[in-house]
T-cell receptor, first 114, second 115 residues
Framework: GDSVTQMEGPVTLSEEAFLTINCTYT??????LFWYVQYPGEGLQLLLK?????DKGSNKGFEATYRKETTSFHLEKGSVQVSDSAVYFC?????????????FGSGTQLTVLP | DGGITQSPKYLFRKEGQNVTLSCEQN?????MYWYRQDPGQGLRLIYY???????QKGDIAEGYSVSREKKESFPLTVTSAQKNPTAFYLC??????????????FGNGTRLTVT
């Protein structure tokens, strides 16, 4: 079945540092890929998505590129802020097949220190 | 603004009691989902519903029940048969069956503590 593997946390960075959170996936078809963010005590929000190979999703300074050859969708940001502290989830959704929705990674806790 | 409302935010129950978590959406979405989140883990699918009066088990349905009598509402009952019910519960929705590349819209969750 489908699966998503994320880099384990927690990750602690200083403000303005470069961020990479690794995400790799296993899927039988051609999935859409997502990054969600969860701020403390809240539900998840979509951060960005990519629906086909070589697509780049971007939002709020975060970027991720859909790499079919390496089955990866790594999240990057050039300069993190304290307000980026949250849990980040990589997820995939496969077309056709089951009507069920996303397969999530286990989440990566990011803490940004001032 | 459209969105998903989960209530209450915090819920405390004694072991052996059933408890129902509310989820209401005004997004006119057909599909609704319940997830469970435990510390340090990803989200696990409990139940989902693609259309009114129909729902399907997810990966961890044992000890839970749902109903979908109205499009806007998808309540989750945590029964006394659920061995380890203390968790953070998230409700979500998407427009419909063929929305695999549409993002999930989430509520803000209900934190259930059973003692």
């Amino acid at each position: 079945g489908d699966s998503v593997t994320q880099m384990e946390g927690p990750v602690t960075l200083s403000e303005e540092a470069f961020l990479t959170i690794n995400c790799t996936y296993t899927a039988t078809g051609y999935p859409s890929l997502f990054w969600y963010v969860q701020y403390p005590g809240e539900g998840l929000q979509l951060l960005l998505k990519a629906t086909k190979a070589d697509d780049k999703g971007s939002n709020k300074g975060f970027e991720a590129t859909y790499r079919k050859e390496t089955t990866s969708f790594h999240l990057e940001k050039g300069s993190v802020q304290v307000s980026d502290s949250a849990v980040y989830f990589c997820a995939l959704s496969e077309a056709g097949g089951s009507a069920r929705q996303l397969t999530f990674g286990s989440g990566t806790q990011l803490t940004v220190l001032p | 603004d459209g969105g998903i409302t989960q209530s209450p935010k915090y819920l405390f129950r004694k072991e052996g009691q059933n408890v129902t978590l509310s989820c209401e959406q005004n997004l006119n979405h057909d599909a609704m989902y319940w997830y469970r989140q435990d510390p340090g883990q990803g989200l696990r699918l409990i139940y989902y519903s693609q259309i009114v009066n129909d729902f399907q088990k997810g990966d961890i349905a044992e000890g839970y029940s749902v109903s979908r009598e109205k499009k806007e509402s998808f309540p989750l009952t945590v029964t006394s048969a659920q061995k380890n019910p203390t968790a953070f519960y998230l409700c979500a929705s998407t427009p419909g069956q063929n929305s695999y590349n549409s993002p999930l819209h989430f509520g803000n969750g209900t934190r259930l503590t059973v003692t």
